[in-house]
């Protein structure tokens, strides 16, 4: 049930009850995902978010498998490690068929399978009788469609709707449909193998008879349709080909991704499985797009392209697999603002937010359908161009976006500095839009120490610290390009930039730096987080840098199992709030790379440590978009923010953030080098192999072996001119 909330709050997830199952299982593919409980169903109970979802628009509402009426006993259920395939086994209760012999429980064994390919949903149960007597015993699917936008599944309060069209069941095919207001007909074919017994508008009734140790066999097909109506792609297959054919094709495409990208191989089997699942759900949530492959934030909330979680996750993950930030560039290039539109908070050269394509977004009754309103993804923008070319020297690809990068300059020097203070400031143009647009976006993350509201124009404190890293990193890339004049230019505005920002910005009663600079200019005196980026970038001085990393480790801000957003002596602090004093894994995986890059490594060691013993208590080690902030207690596991999207691409990204950090992992192509400045590794690792890194046309192994004060560092294998260059 939606509850009414003010302008400013409205983009935000409303949670009126549970989820439905906190052990729910995910698939994705491109940009359809399926969110269904543990028994593989799709409930229309507690939060009411399970699905099958494509282009924004929830295509299934409802699916539940019953037999003889009832729901089967749950045994198992898990996704499959490379996360295409969700498995779920069941078995029968006791049954009391009618007009047939009563049915003990556990005689019948039922199997799912259900995998996501090309816009459908694949299905097959399987029925086995392991019992000594003929069964006879009816199954069913019950099926609903609702056609919801994402938004309104998250809360949204719509004041008109579409037509629901009449269903349709014809050659044993399920067609339910919807006409938006947005002149669009979405649909929902469904499709069995064998045609079902009966069939009505929202159930298909199989009758099986099972001889003795017998099985019977189920397919099902759900495809996702919108437009014009045509025929269902494979439609001249039969249903269990057509699973068989999706199965292979989805499993030949993630071996041929995976097979370009590095693997990592520790001494701890948890780390492993740690690294096991972020890879899946990285290669999961990650899109093909025209321009390349694009991260997805993650499910179920933010599945499209964000500017801001696609840059960061694409940084995280860039010494394991350039090819990200490839395909991020060149999709947020391609999607640049070209023109002022204040509804969309859009200024020239300014890197998009989030782009939708639901009915929603179409209508603009949501701002999100291509959406400007965050101060960040600009500068993070230039830096990772900056990142990518030191990582490949891809030199011919940073030339063609070499004009983006310009316009993003210019929109940092102009837009993003309205007032010409020096700082990056924003304030929203659109009563609609976000109010704040930083990382930190919910409407109360910045605020003044007695509690009270920054008023905008608010330059927030890791903001000029992307800015002085892209005034750096594109400042290399001038040179590199052959624009002598601006290279000079950028840097000295990158250092006037740093001293400024650590006068404007240091308190030393907090003995940190402000959240953020307000309207007035006047310092947002709250300790956060966000002080941490300033390590990250650069832009700190060596000794407020230091003062600032214990900070993060003291006990109001390190809660155990990792860095709180801030410190639990603010007055706005609860540690059940989105962004007020919670832990984002992301957060922590930057803040340990910039304390690694001052020399403070042991310190980015404890925050690893705290993210490992996380991904031992969540389910399938897969690290959430957030947790509660509350204390570490001995013997008990992290307390779930209740609406946090896992898998989150960004949290699945920071294991491999976190051990770059720890090794100070770096690369020169110019030289071929492939770099380690005095690498750790954390106690419960004692080796970690790398295979197949690369660098430019050359790729190594390498064996790391744990010392008490140093890592030893073995290069396997090598193929190609590369050099591993151990630094003190």
Partial sequence: MATKIQLDEQWYILATSSPADERRRVLKHNDTFGLFDRFGDIQPIGMGEEGIYHGDTRFLSHQELLIEGVRPMFLNSSVKDDSSLLIIELMNPDLHPEG??????????????????????????????????????????????DFADIFQVRGYQRHGHGELLEPQTANGELLLGYRGLDEVTRRTRISFEPQPDKLSANRAEFRLQLPPKGEVHVYATIQCEQGPQAARPGSALSEADAYLQAYNDASESIGT?????????????????????????????????????????????????????????????????????????????????????????????????????GELAALDEVPFRRYYGTVDATPLFVGLAGAYYERTGDIEFIRSIWPNVLRALDWIDHYGDADGDGFVEYARKSENGLQQQGWKDSHDSIFHSDGSMAQAPIALC?????????????????????????????????RLLKQRFNEAFWCEELGSYVIALDGDKRQCAVASSNAGHALWSGIASPEYAARVAGRLLGEDFFCGWGIRTISSKEVRYNPMAYHNGSVWPHDNALI??????????????????????????????????????????????????????????????????????????????????????????????????????????????????????????????????AEVVVMA
């Fill in 592 to 721: 340990a790379e910039g304390m690694a890059r001052y020399g403070l490594t042991d310190k980015a060691l404890t925050v690893f440590s705290g993210m490992f013993d996380v991904s031992l208590y969540v389910d399938q080690h897969r690290l959430p978009e957030l947790f509660c902030g509350f204390e570490k207690r001995p013997g008990e596991g992290p307390t779930l923010y209740p609406v946090a999207c896992s898998p989150q691409a960004w949290a699945a990204g920071c294991v491999y953030y976190l051990l770059q950090a720890c090794l100070g992992l770096s690369f020169d192509p110019d030289k071929a080098e492939i770099r380690f400045r005095h690498p750790r590794l954390p106690p419960f690792l004692e080796t970690v192999e790398i295979n197949g890194l690369s660098l430019n046309d050359a790729t190594v192994d390498l064996r790391l072996q744990r010392y008490p004060n140093n890592v030893g560092i073995n290069v396997v294998r090598k193929e190609g001119r």
């Fill in 257 to 357: 991704y995976r097979n370009c990208r590095c693997s990592i191989v520790t001494s701890n089997a948890l780390v492993n499985q740690w690294l096991d699942r972020s890879v899946s759900d990285l290669d999961m949530l990650t899109s093909s797009m025209p321009e390349g492959s694009y991260p997805f934030a993650g499910v179920p909330w933010y599945s499209t392209t964000f500017g801001r979680d696609g840059i960061l996750t694409a940084r995280e993950c860039l010494w394991v697999d350039p090819r990200l930030a490839r395909g991020v560039l060149a999709f947020l290039a391609r999607t640049q603002a070209t023109e002022i539109d204040p509804a969309r908070d859009a200024e020239p050269g300014k890197i998009l937010h989030e782009a939708r394509n």
């Fill in 462 to 494: 890791e903001v000029q610290g992307y800015v002085y890293e892209a005034k750096l990193r594109a400042a290399q890339l001038a040179e590199i390009l052959g624009e002598a004049a601006l290279a000079p230019a950028l840097r000295e505005s990158a």
């Fill in 100 to 145: 047939g012999d009563t049915v003990a429980k556990g005689l019948l064994h039922i199997f799912r399978a259900k995998l996501l390919w090309q816009g459908a949903c694949y299905e097959h149960v399987r029925v086995v009788n392991f019992g000594l007597d003929a069964v006879k015993a009816d199954i069913c699917m019950e099926f609903g469609a």
